[in-house]
């Protein structure tokens, strides 16, 4: 099966319109949303601070230092959890040890000259992906949008951040997805998953995708991806379970509700777009969105998946805390405003078109 380039130029018009009218409801509600859930987490800290409760980065700092000196993983981690007021099941509450034992073998410095190396790599890699499918003023925007997102490269904490090192990960096997290299794709993927499990329905868009599209390789290699990472998330289950005591505390369960402001307000945090005012930083999240819906083709459908995807799940099960789920998006997600220019276009010429006109008959921008 083909998937198209440029979809949206094959929108019915009436269909285009409405997406138009979405697009500008959703920018003019962004900004807004954002602040909301700025003051409300805002709150929320100062309420948590009171109470004696201690940042996330703290706990995985002190795990990383009694690891590094020799003490096993999983009891230091439902150790600390427990004197933390932390609950330690079900298992997902506890972090696979995977950050703890390279932390213990390279240390924290290690982990920084890795996020380095992975940003500078995703800045050339989605320069050089987008040849066949963008245009070259496209292709230097994509750079540079890959660099701007992906400043929390630079943050003096980035070695306690699995969701910022996985979705640096992440947004470079995006881009190598569908090359040659793709076997790089899915050992980066792979491990960003093992790094962070919640990033597991990356693989499942990019199977999807490949379904689609007819490539077995793809599909035999993601699947197996699949299985391994399943079998060590049993290991990584029996070894959590084997270290919690009856009287743990269990997790309050992840069905938070509150909408896309959430999942919006977790990629403005955790990009440079902190810096710009609500009323532009939501607008910009709403059409890199868009133009990753507008790239099409199997990147474009991959990104789209995935995006779309992740951004509904964690606006359904997120709790308000949960808001770093969205540094799994860094810094990929930011380049999809290289293409806004584009879908926006595509959907004024379907709108104003004549109804008439067969969208195979138009001609290519």
Known sequence: MTLPDRPLRLLPRWAAALLLLLT???????????TARHL???ADIAKRTQLGERPDMDLYS????RVAAGE???HVAAELQRERGFPTSPFVTIRTPVLAWTTA???AQ????????????NIFAWFAVLGGQARKPERYAAALLAGYFGMLTFFEKIALSHEAL??????LALALSFRKAWWAALALASFAIALRELALPFLLAWGAVALLAGERRRLVGIAAAIALLAVGLAFHAAAVAAVCLPGDLHSE??????GPSLPFYGIDVTTLLVLLPHGIAGPLIVLALLGWLSLGGRLGAFASLWFAGFIAATALFARLENFYWMGLFVPAYGVGLAFAPRALADLVARVSRSAGTSPRTASPG
Do not use: K, N, Q
């Open 72 to 74: 096993d993983y999983y």
């Open 166 to 171: 996985a979705g640096l990960m992440l947004s």
């Open 253 to 258: 369960g992840w069905l938070g509700m509150f």
């Open 24 to 34: 500008a409801l959703a920018c003019v509600w962004s900004g807004p949303a954002i």
């Open 40 to 42: 409300e987490h805002d």
């Open 110 to 121: 290690g982990w920084r000259i890795i996020a380095v190396l992975l940003w500078a790599a």
């Open 105 to 107: 073998l390279w240390g």
């Open 62 to 65: 002190s795990i990383d230092t």
